[in-house]
């Protein structure tokens, strides 16, 4: 079985998980809550939705000008934001095509290329950084470490090749390639370390967890939260969800996981209320911070 099949069957058993706990447990989700403790949980997870959008663009513009480049457009992280609600778009690729060519006219070929698959794997360092804080339930978390150990500048190539390798086969389109002296020589990387890259997708993460812990406030006592193992299966999930490309957005997985790891330590109905609003939240922070950007270019077009 190819990756690619696997992760299509894991996004629908997904689906399906998902789907079988919201109806198994319809008879107890209740969206009827306090007016006013309902409208401030909301407006503060949309809030903190907002601004991880905001620094997830800028760690984008910042992987840029960690690969050497010096780019004065001031509306690169316009640009991430207006294009970041095409993930939602069926097969997972759509904000990443648009993002290449976008840069494509700014650098050369391979350079716009390389910044757009190592993005993600930035999400996903930072997040599994965070996840292991989980090993104080369990030393196997060490291993969440690993990935941010390859951001070092001797062995992000290594990364670049691996991830190009997943995309060609879903892209056709893109055949590029550097040998390891060739990309020594062309891209000329400004730090040992992108300390400042990691930092800001982990505040990304850390934000998008306010984002959701305020929706789980609105149905959860908040007498006995144990944050630190809630925080560790949120981080944990969205990177399941990050890396399966069959689920826009990670919209099925990034839920299934977080029911199936949480277990029975919190009321069911009340995770699965939890992940339904914050979903709506976070998905039309997405939409929305997108649409006025949307709407000039079509004007500017037109």
Known sequence: MNLKAFKNIFFFISIFYFTYYLIFYKEDISFEIKAEIYYSYIFLSFLFCILSICLNGLAWKNIIIWFGQSLKNNNLISFYILTNSLKYVPGG?????????FLKGKLNEKLAFYVNIIEPYFMLSASLLLAS?????????????????????????????????????SIRLFKINYTKKQFDEKIKIKSIFPLKILSIEI????????????????FN???????????????????IGLIVPAAP????????????????????????MSLIIFRFVSSSADLLLSAPLFFKKVIRRN
Do not use: A
Request: aromatic letters at 26%; charged letters at 10%; glycine letters at 6%.
């Open 203 to 218: 505040l990304f993460i850390l934000f998008k967890f306010f984002g959701f812990i305020f929706c789980f406030y609105i």
């Open 133 to 169: 804080l989980g090993v104080i339930y369990n030393p196997f978390f060490l291993l969440f470490l690993l990935p941010s150990i390859f951001l070092h500048r001797d062995l992000i190539y290594i990364i670049i090749i691996k991830l190009q390798s997943f995309k060609n086969k």
């Open 221 to 239: 006592d908040l007498s006995n939260i144990d944050y630190i193992f809630i925080f560790t299966i949120f981080c944990l999930s969205w990177s």
């Open 249 to 272: 957005g990670g919209i099925g997985v990034f839920e299934s996981c977080f029911l199936f790891l949480m277990g029975d330590d919190y009321s069911q109905s009340s995770l699965i």
């Open 93 to 101: 690729v759509w904000h990443f095509v648009e993002r290449f060519t």
